[in-house]
RNA sequence: GCCGACGUAGCUCAGAGGUAGAGCAGCUCACUCGUAAUGAGCAGGUCGCGCGUUCAAUUCGCGCCGUCGGCUCCA
């Protein structure tokens, strides 16, 4: 975001709390920065506020703007600004200034409003056109749950009513693309109070998409040298004991007990991975062992934190455990990521990668986490790959490697994750026999490329906003006939494409041309064959695509051929 | 888990302290109609679940479950 845009918003947001301490007497501030997509303010207000006082506020705030009141920097003396805030009842202020070094800190002041900030500032509210407040939430004072919630107000404001305007439309467009509506209106999947929270059931629709993403997994990882292997859903509790995760990841398990014996339902797909490496004695020359399984896992997701499928209780990852020798580690993870390049630019996703270190709650010697750590930052480094940093962020046996997908309106999503670990391979005493005769501990590595299909799933939804790309497209053809009269031809031709292994659906209901054509644009159907009396006398096909264009005169072998490429071409 | 809003027919949504409506979808009938909705008729709901207030509650109150917007957490 641009730094002019950055300090509009931050002035709307201080425009925004000035409107509220007039409306709402005994409302304390607390803090109010601008944020990529507006700004925000949290307020401590006891009643709390309503939808309609949103349109209040907002009106306010026009009035405040167009008064034009000068907007007035001033500096104070820490303590000078502590007994002042104090004065004012603002404990919040207080709070944050309690925990500023600078001898000095700056204030804004605009007309009865004066706020501890660092600015910079517009030079007074008039120059504030084009905002909108959006909606209401609750926030924690400073980010911790320990901490009172507060009411957050998000708005967002431009620099003017066209770009302001614009992005009300974006967020229309995002609306439309949200695949928990998308996955209804297709037909795709749906979640059941019912059956339970965050557990999502595949229609035929979103069953064949989830099949088809498989079938892309599975045939890349054979190329790449992955075994295929298969772990129980339940383990054995000492297990989990022995991983740590019983210690550092149990809120998140699901347990159970069979005749007296203690299992945990796996959160996590490595142990087994870890037991099939463990079944025979290694040696250096089998390394690196890729064990891959769409494996499912069960997690006990917070409630809150449910969200269509990009936030569910049971979900399948395209995982696979890495057995290498530590000097194997460079290489591996440059494959690993050229593999998420090969299959992004697949989807047409750009991403961006973060390292995530030492979490409080981990397992491991520090000499392993450092070592670990500077893999990941070696293999990056050196292949000029930029990353951002993510302090505290790790999983609890190593650090990581996230990559964030750029969807197609330019939001983020960690689906792929690459994990350095040290400590299972010393958990489990796994090992392999070097060239020097000696014992020797091998690294692991723990990746996903889509992550959970789940989340994929949900990602390429929006990415696609319900436009699959034909090889992934649930029905890819849709025949349709006029009259009765081309009933039999059209279901000879439709026997035909089903036979070729094209997703073909058939349309001979007695209805007009127009509904059927209109039903199949509304399932985002990428080929419509209609055939009516032209088409059965020349023995052809016409064609309608998805984006409108027309093929006329196309002959079935033709048409079939085209499909195919689009397969084998995955577009 | 926390804050707030919401939960009415398969879907989208109206509605009111006296046991409910619309459009689409569904079913039936007629129409055989060439590029985004043919017409008519019919059927469909213990108004999320439980408890309470009331002569009476789906409408008011409380609790639970779920959804949505966020926060915290995460693939």
Same mark, same amino acid.
């Not at 207000?45 to 026009?62: A, N, S, V």
């Not at 509210?125 to 998000?154: D, P, Q, V």
């Not at 993403?213 to 790449?224: A, G, N, P, S, V």
């Not at 059965?536 to 005169?553: A, F, P, Q, Y």
């Given at each position: 975001m641009?730094?002019?845009?950055?300090?509009?918003?931050?002035?709307?947001?201080?425009?925004?709390?000035?409107?509220?301490?007039?409306?709402?007497?005994? &409302?304390?501030?607390?803090?109010? +920065?601008?944020?990529e997509?507006?700004?925000?303010?949290?307020?401590?207000?006891?009643?709390?506020?309503?939808?309609?006082?949103?349109?209040?506020?907002?009106?306010r705030m026009?009035?405040?703007?167009?008064?034009?009141?000068? !907007?007035?920097?001033?500096?104070?003396k820490?303590?000078?600004?502590?007994?002042?805030?104090?004065r004012?009842?603002?404990? %919040?202020?207080?709070?944050l200034?309690k925990?500023?070094?600078?001898?000095?800190?700056?204030? =804004?002041?605009?007309?009865? $409003?004066?706020?501890?900030?660092?600015?910079p500032?517009?030079?007074?509210?008039?120059?504030?056109?084009?905002?909108?407040?959006?909606?209401?939430?609750?926030? %924690?004072?400073?980010?911790?749950e320990?901490?009172?919630?507060?009411t957050?107000i998000y708005?967002?404001?431009?620099a003017?009513?066209?770009?302001?305007?614009?992005?009300?439309? $974006?967020?229309?467009?995002?609306k439309?693309?949200?695949?928990?509506?998308?996955?209804k209106?297709?037909?795709?999947?749906?979640?059941?109070? /019912?059956?339970?929270?965050?557990?999502?059931? %595949?229609?035929p #629709?979103?069953?064949?998409?989830?099949?088809?993403?498989?079938?892309f997994? @599975?045939k890349?990882?054979?190329k790449?040298?992955?075994?295929?292997?298969?772990?129980?859903? !339940?383990? *054995?509790l000492?297990?989990?004991k022995?991983?740590?995760?019983?210690?550092?990841?149990?809120e998140?398990?699901?347990?159970?007990?069979?005749?007296?014996?203690?299992?945990g339902?796996?959160?996590?797909?490595?142990?087994?991975h870890?037991?099939?490496y463990?079944?025979?004695?290694?040696?250096?020359?089998?390394?690196?062992?890729?064990?891959?399984?769409?494996?499912t896992v069960?997690?006990?997701?917070?409630?809150?934190?449910?969200?269509?499928?990009? @936030?569910?209780?049971?979900?399948?990852?395209?995982?696979?455990?890495?057995?290498? @020798?530590?000097?194997?580690?460079?290489?591996?993870?440059?494959?690993i990521?050229?593999?998420?390049?090969?299959?992004?630019?697949?989807?047409? $996703?750009?991403?961006?990668?973060?390292?995530?270190t030492?979490?409080a709650?981990?397992?491991?010697?520090?000499?392993?986490?450092?070592q670990?750590e500077?893999?990941?930052?070696? &293999?990056?480094?050196?292949?000029?790959l +930029?990353?951002d940093?993510n302090?505290?962020?790790?999983?609890?046996y190593?650090?990581?490697?996230?990559?964030?997908l750029?969807?197609? !309106?330019?939001?983020?999503w960690?689906c792929a994750?690459?994990?350095?670990?040290?400590?299972? +391979?010393?958990?489990?005493?796994?090992?392999y026999?070097d060239?020097?005769?000696?014992?020797k501990?091998?690294?692991?590595?723990h990746?996903?490329?889509?992550?959970?299909?789940?989340r994929?799933?949900?990602?390429?939804? /929006?990415? =696609?906003?319900?436009?699959? +790309?034909?090889?992934l497209?649930?029905?890819? &053809?849709?025949?349709?006939?006029i009259?009765?009269?081309?009933?039999?031809?059209?279901?000879?031709?439709?026997?035909?494409?089903?036979?070729?292994?094209? @997703?073909?659906?058939?349309?001979?209901?007695?209805? *007009?041309?127009?509904l059927?054509i209109?039903?199949s644009v509304?399932?985002?159907?990428p080929?419509? &064959? !209609?055939?009516?009396?032209?088409?059965?006398? #020349?023995?052809?096909?016409?064609?309608?695509?998805?984006?409108?264009?027309?093929l006329?005169?196309?002959?079935?072998?033709?048409?079939? #051929?085209?499909v195919?490429?689009?397969?084998?071409?995955?577009r």
């Amino acid at each position: 975001m641009n730094e002019t845009l950055d300090i509009l918003r931050h002035s709307t947001s201080h425009l925004m709390a000035q409107a509220v301490k007039d409306l709402f007497p005994g &409302v304390k501030v607390a803090i109010g +920065p601008s944020i990529e997509t507006g700004f925000y303010y949290d307020f401590d207000y006891d009643p709390g506020f309503t939808e309609e006082d949103l349109t209040k506020i907002e009106q306010r705030m026009k009035e405040i703007a167009q008064a034009d009141i000068p !907007i007035e920097r001033k500096m104070m003396k820490r303590d000078e600004a502590i007994e002042f805030f104090t004065r004012m009842d603002e404990p %919040y202020k207080v709070d944050l200034l309690k925990e500023i070094s600078d001898p000095e800190v700056s204030t =804004y002041t605009q007309g009865s $409003f004066t706020d501890l900030c660092r600015g910079p500032h517009l030079p007074s509210t008039g120059k504030i056109k084009a905002f909108k407040l959006l909606s209401l939430a609750g926030a %924690y004072w400073r980010g911790s749950e320990h901490n009172k919630m507060l009411t957050r107000i998000y708005g967002t404001a431009f620099a003017d009513k066209k770009s302001l305007n614009d992005y009300i439309t $974006f967020l229309e467009e995002v609306k439309k693309r949200d695949h928990r509506r998308l996955g209804k209106e297709l037909d795709l999947f749906s979640i059941s109070d /019912e059956t339970g929270a965050g557990l999502v059931i %595949y229609h035929p #629709n979103g069953a064949i998409l989830r099949y088809l993403l498989e079938d892309f997994e @599975r045939k890349e990882h054979l190329k790449r040298g992955y075994q295929f292997v298969y772990g129980p859903h !339940i383990l *054995k509790l000492d297990m989990w004991k022995k991983s740590g995760h019983f210690e550092n990841y149990r809120e998140n398990m699901y347990f159970t007990k069979i005749d007296e014996v203690e299992y945990g339902i796996k959160p996590m797909n490595c142990l087994s991975h870890i037991m099939v490496y463990k079944s025979q004695i290694r040696s250096y020359r089998d390394l690196p062992l890729r064990y891959f399984e769409l494996g499912t896992v069960s997690r006990h997701e917070k409630s809150g934190v449910l969200h269509g499928l990009m @936030r569910v209780r049971e979900f399948t990852q395209d995982d696979a455990h890495i057995f290498l @020798r530590p000097e194997q580690l460079h290489q591996e993870i440059l494959s690993i990521i050229r593999f998420v390049q090969d299959v992004m630019t697949i989807f047409g $996703f750009q991403f961006e990668m973060e390292i995530s270190t030492r979490p409080a709650k981990s397992i491991g010697s520090d000499e392993d986490w450092e070592q670990a750590e500077a893999a990941l930052k070696e &293999v990056l480094d050196s292949e000029q790959l +930029p990353y951002d940093l993510n302090e505290g962020d790790g999983a609890f046996y190593g650090p990581k490697i996230d990559i964030k997908l750029k969807d197609a !309106i330019g939001r983020k999503w960690q689906c792929a994750t690459i994990q350095c670990d040290f400590a299972l +391979p010393e958990r489990f005493d796994l090992h392999y026999m070097d060239s020097d005769g000696k014992r020797k501990r091998p690294v692991m590595l723990h990746r996903v490329i889509l992550g959970a299909i789940e989340r994929f799933l949900g990602v390429l939804i /929006e990415h =696609y906003g319900g436009k699959f +790309p034909v090889w992934l497209a649930p029905t890819q &053809v849709m025949i349709m006939n006029i009259t009765d009269e081309q009933e039999p031809y059209v279901r000879a031709i439709y026997d035909r494409m089903v036979n070729e292994g094209i @997703r073909t659906a058939l349309d001979i209901r007695n209805e *007009k041309l127009g509904l059927k054509i209109r039903e199949s644009v509304l399932k985002k159907i990428p080929y419509m &064959v !209609i055939v009516g009396k032209n088409e059965m006398e #020349n023995n052809s096909l016409t064609v309608r695509v998805r984006d409108g264009v027309e093929l006329k005169d196309i002959t079935v072998d033709d048409f079939i #051929n085209k499909v195919k490429e689009d397969n084998t071409l995955r577009r």
